[in-house]
């Protein structure tokens, strides 16, 4: 399971603002088709991550479907922050859920690929965010990554079925990781920036964590 992300100014907003976009790819996994997929991405700051609030994402779909129908964020404070599995084991009608600043792009659509055992998503979340229960993310920030994905049936909260890193004890096994502002951000890093330039002559900064991974950094962009 990889998480990339590249920082760009949503130029259709009155006043242009910063926004993160992601991409959650999962390969290599049996999926029935009677199944549900849920993908789980957790953000924090370095310091608070494991012991204080941060900001958990969850993605389900069904198999049948082939793409992803739900995007919610945990409320605050977070759900039992110590145990890697207690995010992804939640169905997308737990109470604990709400509908956060997360937006699913339908350009390309997500996918659930039974056949090819494959499965992604991309989305888009601003900077700032407006939901009471958002995190707001810090341009040119170091931050501490966790995934974890369930696959099984979409009633069940079982904890067994959900799948990351974990340390001894089963707390979640973070991936460091830098968030850096958008070009031409008003508070530009003191230190190098990675940038992807594409044919279109677009510009951003991006960033890349895997599940495993024992750097933080993968070099390669969507």
């Known amino acids: 399971m990889k ?45 608070t991550a494991l012991n204080g609030w941060r ?18 964020i945990l409320k605050k404070p977070g759900e039992n922050l110590q145990t890697f599995s207690s995010l992804c084991k939640l169905t997308s009608k ?25 499965v992604h998503i991309e989305f888009t979340r ?8 958002s995190m707001d993310i810090k341009a040119n920030t170091d931050y501490k990554f966790y995934m974890s994905y369930y696959i099984y049936t979409s009633s069940s909260k079982s904890s067994s079925r959900v799948k990351g890193d974990q340390n001894p004890g089963k707390t979640p096994k973070f991936i ?24 279109s002559g677009a ?7 895997a599940l495993g991974a024992a750097a933080a950094t993968v070099a390669s962009m969507w």
């Open 3 to 47: 998480f990339e992300w590249k920082t760009e100014f949503d130029e259709t907003a009155a006043n242009p603002m910063p926004i993160l976009h992601g991409r959650l790819d999962l390969e290599g996994v049996t999926i029935k088709s009677t199944y549900q997929v849920r993908l789980c991405l957790e953000i924090g700051e370095q310091s």
């Open 126 to 133: 601003p900077f700032i965010g407006t939901a009471a229960d």
């Open 176 to 199: 460091d990781g830098t968030i850096y502002g958008p070009p031409n951000w008003k508070y530009p890093p003191s230190k190098e920036v990675p940038e992807i330039k594409t044919g």
């Open 203 to 209: 510009v951003y900064r991006w960033g890349s964590v």
């Open 55 to 72: 900001e958990q994402i969850i993605f389900h779909g069904l198999a049948k479907s082939k793409k992803f129908d739900s995007a919610k």
């Open 94 to 118: 737990d109470s604990k859920l709400t509908p956060g600043d997360i937006t699913v792009k339908e350009d390309p659509p997500s996918k659930i690929d039974s056949s090819g055992k494959d």
